[in-house]
């Protein structure tokens, strides 16, 4: 290969084996040149470098032995089906050990008889009696030994039709031009003296073909120079394309909101409470925001149940009263609904035209309420995914606020702020999250936004206690409900189901409410779940806050905007299977009132581990923001935020919760090569970023 192969960066089709179909399949990973091949990197390693003795073997690892076979004999499964197997019992002096095979041919049976010697590479698991290996790599060894590997195998991220095999032959080929054809360095000599760093080719080698003596450990844990060398380029990179991003963004124009406040002033005189400081200082901010140039790009983080919705309002009114529309979207058709209900309560008062718009709206009911934004005689629009289509046309749209921003990629956002795009004019964007975003997920995740806090509840709310159960202890659960009616307070008790299908949710909370029903004849029962409409689920609700139903049973429909300070307990069914955030969020439903609040997670055994962890969390915990940490610990910040699947924070190698030490640095640097080496931008971002060029671009 020529000494600029790797520069010129072809296609895989120019490497030994690559065919287009396999070429095709490889893409589908994200592999389309051989500079991918090199940061397509692996996620663990395997040791065929050396020879284990079995009496040395730990279950759970995968290792090579050397052996004989003593006698080998077709058994069958005893469990289930009876399966035909192949079964060697082999040993090497130091133990032994059974091999089995489920798929065999009489060759390999015949192969495989006594006083063979042989070489296995396989994991090592516990058997009924001694550990065993299910389905070996194997090789008979005759007389000379055979080669070890002189360095770790690499086991890639893969995906059908692609076999480990594959990657590491292209790897390998890549590798070697990498000998003599050294990957072009972008990171300027001082960085790399300054922060005393591997060079790019040689950390990439490691990676790819570790040393057997390399400790892997520090190399998983970020802490090998190796590592940290291509975890700081990646996350400069990142960086780098986001000030990009936030940089085209502020040099749009933007509509000034310089009304005179007078629907935001009769808006807080019909508000039962006043605003918390933190309320007051954010849209204090909001409303700065909009009176200078630029676009407004905020997020804005709150506690479930610290008041995020009144602060939307208030940007929505000042849009309004400006003379342009506001746009709310919700994750989801029930939020949307609780949003509607609340914003005609605050809005109609002062005659602003609002509607509802989400994917049950009928086509001929929705073709009037698109007419209505289309000619801008509906003011403010609060609606669902439904928004994204693309008939969805606005008048004038000054204002858009997204609840939950975790639950959208940053693709829809800008999706949906294209929609006020009017001759290089963008709309305000606002976006609101109950998930505490930490500082370094905020650089990197976001950016392209500002970021306000509301860190202070509104005034009385109480920690809620919270105890696990096991449902085996239902019938004491019931007694507990029982006793709290019976002081006067009122009870949630929601039910889940790991399906997704909201039918199975409400059959379960319909023969709930049957049981309870039979069991506390006593007391008041009533049940809301997702699929009744509008006004019945309001009508119930209603109820329930006026305290005519002792005991609410619900679906995960009461997860927001319920506000009933009487509520003093919350039981959980099978808060195994629901998510910290979802956990959090229902649970903030008690402790609103003076009385103290309950929580009980009631679980099915056997429990998984992580579900362990994740009740106990729960039980340890009451603030959000700990939980959500504790949450970002156990599952990574891309399940956490939602953006795994939009691939908005997939990393190659770098983990923006362990390697956040190096963001200082990170961020000193992008700025020095964005000054002074802005020629090499493009080239970092290609190598990193590759084909996804959504990076520092909009619309
Ligand atoms: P979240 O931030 O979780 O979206 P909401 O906006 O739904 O919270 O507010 C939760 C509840 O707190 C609502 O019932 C709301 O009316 C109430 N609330 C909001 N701000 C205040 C305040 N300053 N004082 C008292 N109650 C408030
Ligand atoms: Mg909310």
Known sequence: MTSAFLENNPSVLSLKGVGPRIAEKLSGIGIDTVQDVLFHFPYRYEDRTRVLAIGALRPGSAAIIECVIDYSQIAFSKKGKRRRMLVCHVSDGTGSLLLRFFYFNKQQESRLAKGVRIRCFGEVRYGASSYEMVHPEIKVINGNDCELEKSLTPVYPSSEGINQG???????????????DKLKELLPDKIIKKYNMPLLSDAIKTMHRPEPGIDLERLFEGQHPVKQRLAFEELLVQHISLLLMRKDINQCKSLLLNSDDRFI????????????????????????????????????????????????????????ESGYQSVLMAPTEILAEQHYHSFSEWFEPLGIQLILLTGKAKAKERKIKIEGIRSGKVNMVIGT????????????????????????????????????????VYPHQLIMTATPIPRSLAMTAYADLDYSVIDELPPGRKKV???????????????????????????????????????????????????LQNALPELRIDLVHGRLNLSDKQSVMDKFKNGEIDLLVATTVIEVGVDVPNATLMVIENAERLGLAQLH???????????????????????????????????????????????????????????????????????????????????????????????????LINRWLGRSDRYGQIG
């Not at 019938?475 to 709290?484: C, L, T």
């Open 265 to 320: 002033n009769d808006f807080y005189k019909q508000l039962p409470y006043s605003l918390t400081n933190a309320q007051n200082r954010v849209i204090e901010e909001i409303l700065e925001d909009v009176l200078s140039p630029g676009a407004m790009m905020r997020l804005i983080q709150g506690d479930v149940g610290s008041g995020k919705t009144v602060v939307a309002a208030v940007a929505c009114l000042k849009a309004i």
């Open 166 to 180: 594959l990657l590491r032959t292209i790897s390998e080929q890549v590798l070697q031009s990498l000998d003599d």
């Open 585 to 683: 969020q229902l649970r903030g439903r008690v402790g609103r009132g003076s009385s103290e609040s309950h929580c009980l997670l009631m679980y099915k055994s056997p429990l998984s581990e992580n579900a362990k962890q994740r009740l106990s969390i729960m039980r340890e915990f009451s603030s959000g923001f700990d939980v959500a940490m504790k949450d970002l610990e156990l599952r990574g910040p891309g399940e956490v935020l939602g953006t795994r699947q939009t691939g908005d924070m997939e990393f190659r190698v770098a983990d923006i919760i362990r390697d956040e030490y190096l963001l200082n640095d990170v961020k000193e640097t992008a700025v020095d090569i964005l000054n002074n080496y802005s020629d090499r931008v493009p080239l």
């Open 385 to 424: 995914h439904a928004l994204f289509q693309s008939d969805v046309i606005f008048n004038k749209l000054a204002m858009i606020i997204i609840d939950e921003q975790h639950r959208f990629g940053v693709h829809q956002r800008l999706s949906l702020r294209n929609k006020g795009y009017d001759k290089g």
């Open 465 to 515: 206690k919270t105890s696990v159960m096991s449902a085996s202890k239902r019938a004491e659960i019931i007694e507990r409900v029982k006793q709290s009616s019976g002081h006067g307070s009122q009870v949630y008790w929601v039910c889940t189901l790991i399906e997704e299908s909201e039918t199975l949710q409400c059959q379960a909370a319909e023969d709930t409410l049957i049981e």
